[in-house]
């Protein structure tokens, strides 16, 4: 059954510094989505992209974050300058068709880890 | 999204059905029920989803209710495997300004005991 992949599945990385988190939807999905949980809460919804445009963003993604999808099968997450606080599993998610019927599938996430 | 409401935590018996229930009364005409689970931090993983009439696949039976305003998960044959946190979801419906973003409570914790 195919399935979202992501890489890596754990990232150390020092505060400041920029990381990319990278993702392989499923193949015939338009649309990509990325959401985080830091240990203990609840999943958020970070950014929805669909068309190479973000087509829905929440507040915790700010000027630090970026989306882009570089070729036809990745999608990556970018960490401009990384803070203490964005230590978290960061979780990507991929539908066929845009939501209200068709269900967002994820992999099985990065857990970042900053120091 | 409309508002679901979960019992915080269910026990099960290994190989019997679990049922767990989600209130979803603010619901519109048009907003799918989507069920996910979390196997301890693994990502969310699709269970089921419904509109109206009841739903089944290889891994749940799901049931609204006539007015839709609640649903039940079923696990027919629950096994250890099963323990995990269930999260009954409503997504806004897409076409308006959301986009199908899913927004995740707190769920239901069932543990699945021998």
């Known amino acids: 059954e195919p399935e979202v992949t992501q890489t890596p599945s754990h990232q150390v990385t020092q505060m400041g510094q920029e990381v990319i988190l990278r993702c392989v939807p499923i193949?015939?999905?338009?649309?990509f989505y990325w959401y985080r949980q830091i240990l203990g809460q609840k999943v958020e919804f970070l950014v929805s992209?669909?068309?190479?445009?973000?087509?829905?963003k929440s507040e915790i993604f700010d000027d630090q974050f970026s989306v882009e999808r570089p070729d036809g099968s990745n999608f990556t997450l970018k960490i401009r300058s990384t803070k203490l606080e964005d230590s978290a599993m960061y979780f990507c998610?991929?539908?066929?068709?845009?939501?209200?019927?068709?269900?967002?599938?994820f992999g099985d996430g990065t857990r970042l880890s900053i120091l | 999204d409309a508002k679901t409401t979960q019992p915080p935590s269910m026990d099960c018996a290994e190989g019997r059905a679990a049922n767990l229930p989600c209130n979803h009364s603010?619901?519109?005409?048009?907003?799918?029920v989507y069920w996910y689970r979390q196997i301890h931090s693994q990502g969310p993983q699709y269970i089921i989803h419904?509109?109206?009439n009841n739903e089944t696949n290889e891994m749940a039976s799901l049931i609204i209710t006539e007015d839709r305003k609640s649903s039940t998960l079923i696990l027919p044959h629950a096994t250890l495997r099963d323990t995990a946190v269930y999260y009954c979801?409503?997504?806004?419906?897409?076409?308006?300004?959301?986009?199908?973003?899913?927004?995740f409570g707190q769920g239901t914790i069932l543990t699945v005991h021998p």
């Open positions: 419904g509109l109206k």
């Open positions: 603010t619901i519109s005409g048009n907003e799918y």
């Open positions: 979801i409503v997504p806004g419906n897409a076409g308006g300004t959301s986009y199908g973003k899913l927004t």
């Open positions: 992209f669909y068309n190479n445009e973000i087509s829905e």
């Open positions: 998610a991929s539908s066929e068709h845009q939501f209200s019927n068709q269900p967002q599938h």
């Open positions: 193949s015939n999905h338009l649309y």
